[in-house]
């Protein structure tokens, strides 16, 4: 409570602002990955099926992929299985970029990531991390008599009305896929994705200054700390919350934050981009809702 007393607002709101303008970058890449196949949504379309997304992603993890794609079927028509593809590819993208500045930090931050990662998994058990062998071990086994069995069973399988939807659907994916291939602006597409990232980092950076005990905190150490969040928010958690906070809680310890700054620190980086997240997904649930009225409204004419 202290450590929220005396923090400096103004940084969390440029750190929503930021936040923010990653959507609309977002929403406008996206539209640039439907041009290829002759699709193109109006951009705040597109934008807001991005805050609808996130938005659904805070209640239940991973369903923003398929919230985003049939809240932009329902204002543009574009058939969901084509936007479900470039969707992929966007999430492979991120992956690479994720990556890649994982790779650089490991680079600039080689000591402070392998105390991090020491701390992080010193604290398992020998029984915990042999019973998690065996639950790996037994998931690969049950896919694989999955696996089999489907095979045994391919010929009928193909009979069913349910195959020619999933057919119907992966040729719409693989589709969407290639898209990356035939974009029209290359450039601008990478323009996007940088400013994407960059708008992660510093909606991440600019929180240090908002609390005396982090505003000190170099740039490069900022990077290692948007890295070690961004492991916390690919765990399937609710909105990253808890994994988030506990893998930034660990990082900010390696920089010598203590654990209690770390977590406030944390929780100002988040709620920001939380309260955000869900004002900018309530705007889009409206502005789709009064897009459609106006559609239905069109038609009937």
């Known amino acids: 409570m202290e450590d929220f007393a005396q923090a400096k607002y103004e940084y969390v709101i440029a750190s929503m602002v930021m936040g923010y303008l990653a959507f609309i970058s977002r929403g406008l890449r996206w539209n640039l990955l439907l041009d290829p196949l002759g699709q193109k949504a109006k951009p705040w379309n597109a934008i807001h099926a991005i805050a609808v997304g996130y938005f659904a992603n805070v209640a239940v993890p991973r369903a923003g992929e398929l919230a985003r794609c049939t809240a932009l079927h329902s204002t543009d028509k574009i058939p969901v299985n084509r936007l479900f593809g470039t969707v992929m590819l966007e999430r492979t993208i991120d992956a690479f970029m994720l990556l890649s500045l994982m790779l650089l930090t490991v680079i600039l931050e080689f000591n402070n990531f392998t105390a991090f990662f020491t701390e992080a998994f010193s604290n398992q058990t020998p029984e915990e991390a042999n019973n998690s062998w065996i639950w790996k071990l037994a998931i690969v086994l049950i896919v694989l008599v999955g696996l089999v069995l489907l095979y045994r069973v391919r010929e009928r399988f193909k009979t069913l009305p349910f195959y020619a939807k999933v057919r119907e659907f992966w040729n719409g994916f693989k589709e969407g896929f290639k898209a990356l291939g035939q974009l029209k602006s290359k450039w601008s597409f990478i323009a996007h994705t940088l400013f994407i ?62 654990a209690t700054d770390g977590v406030s620190f944390a929780t100002l980086v988040h709620s920001g981009q939380l309260v955000m997240t869900i004002l900018a997904g309530l705007l889009a649930f409206l502005f789709i809702y009064l897009e459609k009225r106006k559609n239905s409204a069109a038609n009937d004419a």
């Open 197 to 258: 990232w960059l708008m992660y980092y510093l909606m991440i950076y600019v929180v240090f200054f908002a609390l005396p005990v982090t505003e000190n905190i170099d740039p490069s150490s900022g990077l290692f700390i948007m890295i070690v969040g961004g492991l916390g928010m690919v765990i399937p958690a609710p909105g990253g919350i808890g994994s988030y906070h506990y893998l930034v809680m660990l990082g900010m310890g390696v920089l010598g934050i203590s």
